[in-house]
T-cell receptor, first 116, second 111 residues
Framework: GAVVSQHPSWVICKSGTSVKIECRSL??????MFWYRQFPKQSLMLMAT?????????EQGVEKDKFLINHASLTLSTLTVTSAHPEDSSFYIC????????????FGEGSRLTVL | QKEVEQDPGPLSVPEGAIVSLNCTYS??????FMWYRQYSRKGPELLMY????GNKEDGRFTAQVDKSSKYISLFIRDSQPSDSATYLC???????????FGGGTRVLVKP
């Protein structure tokens, strides 16, 4: 299947700092990428849908000023957690659409954020 | 009521047994159905993808979709301890739309 890479795989930061997480499609161009958040033993919660070259569409209850999403190219989307607080500690996962209209979605390995 | 229902388990089976997983859903517009496997602290891995109704087989995995009953299944034959993971069903109405996930079923295959 298609490969989606996330970086970093884990990050620890101090409260009040900002953290950037990258999501790359390695062997295909992704017109659409999705960002999820997952708490322990729970399913994935969609945060936002990101289309290349346009503003992200955020799900209800997700603060767009806190979770900045940029999809500047067909192979890269970034999620920046601004002014992070301990409650932002979570597992963040991106997924990418292959663009072939098959409906298949591939996920990155996830990024574990711990805010101290 | 959730849009996609999935038994959380855990489902414990002996090695070599068939693992049977299923999801029910309420949105008749769903056409694309996927099964993902997720190991702890890892991203979901796409196992099976099916468009509309029917069966699909890939190695030890068989996915079935019954749109008339709004019911999908995943069968894992000759289960191995390495199959121990959480299995997530997911579906959407069209390519480009967001996925709706089931809550996941935790599977434990005992040696």
């Amino acid at each position: 299947g298609a490969v989606v890479s996330q970086h970093p795989s884990w990050v620890i930061c101090k409260s009040g700092t900002s953290v950037k997480i990258e999501c790359r499609s390695l062997d295909f161009q992704a017109t659409t990428m999705f960002w999820y958040r997952q708490f322990p033993k729970q399913s994935l919660m969609l945060m936002a849908t990101s289309n290349e070259g346009s503003k992200a569409t955020y799900e209800q209850g997700v603060e767009k000023d806190k979770f900045l999403i940029n999809h500047a190219s067909l192979t890269l989307s970034t999620l920046t957690v601004t002014s992070a607080h301990p409650e932002d500690s979570s597992f963040y996962i991106c997924s990418a659409e292959t663009g072939t209209n098959t409906g298949e979605l591939f996920f990155g390995e996830g990024s574990r954020l711990t805010v101290l | 009521q959730k849009e996609v229902e999935q038994d959380p388990g855990p489902l414990s089976v002996p090695e070599g047994a068939i693992v049977s997983l299923n999801c029910t859903y309420s949105n008749s517009a769903f056409q694309y159905f996927m099964w993902y496997r997720q190991y702890s602290r890892k991203g979901p891995e796409l196992l099976m993808y099916t468009y509309s109704s029917g069966n699909k087989e890939d190695g030890r995995f068989t996915a079935q979709v019954d749109k008339s009953s709004k019911y999908i299944s995943l069968f894992i034959r000759d289960s191995q301890p390495s199959d121990s993971a959480t299995y997530l069903c997911a579906m959407r109405a069209a390519a480009g739309n967001k996925l709706t996930f089931g809550g996941g079923t935790r599977v434990l295959v005992k040696p």
